[in-house]
């Protein structure tokens, strides 16, 4: 048999098919060897480790969907308002650019059940439309791993903390903000003991 065989055309995947693939990979992204998940005694569920991490070291990848900031800041007011009648997390997004953001609010990404600390052991580092969580120091085998969620004092009252550091503030506020926060708290103060 003479002749050139001919290629077998690939076939175009349905755009179902592209979404479970798109997922596989965002799963495969968002596995660690480093981390699992357990019942925490900060808030709900939370990440643990499971291997020695050292520091600096990036340990999981924070997946998710990406989206526009229109889409971004309705579901950040559609989460926050489950949030408000549930007590479930309230928002588990990143900004990314000036046009994209990162939703992590994905079954698929166990990085967003890490809850926040005022004193955390690790943080969120952007590389290019990626996040990535990194060691602050080393982190010991059953440590939680926590990170600053780096809010603002906008709605500080929302959000209460709970994460038993002897440097708590008191609210999911990030260190950036807590100078900010304790002036406020102590402004509240005041007027409160005012006749």
Not at 59 to 82: M, P
Not at 116 to 131: L, T, V, Y
């Amino acid at each position: 048999m003479g002749g050139k065989m001919k290629k077998k055309k690939d076939r175009k995947l349905t755009p179902e098919e592209k979404e479970e693939k798109r997922i596989k990979k965002m799963r495969k992204r968002g596995k660690s060897d480093f981390v699992e998940v357990r019942g925490s005694e900060i808030h709900g569920r939370g990440v643990y480790c499971i291997e020695p991490i050292e520091k600096e070291q990036y340990f999981i990848e924070y997946v998710g969907n990406l989206i526009d900031k229109e889409e971004s800041e309705r579901r950040a007011w559609a989460q926050f308002e489950e949030h408000e009648k549930t007590g479930a997390a309230a928002v588990y997004i990143f900004n990314l650019t000036k046009k994209w953001d990162l939703d992590g609010n994905v079954e698929w990404n166990p990085a967003r059940l890490i809850n926040h600390s005022c004193e955390p052991n690790s943080e969120a580092i952007q590389d290019g439309k990626r996040i990535y969580l990194q060691a602050l120091r080393d982190i010991e085998v059953d440590e939680e791993i926590t990170f600053d969620y780096g809010f603002d004092v906008e709605c500080y009252e929302d959000h209460p903390c709970r994460c038993g550091s002897s440097k708590c503030i008191g609210y999911i506020v990030g260190r950036d903000y807590h100078d900010e926060l304790k002036r406020l708290l102590a402004a509240k103060k005041k007027q409160e003991k005012a006749p």
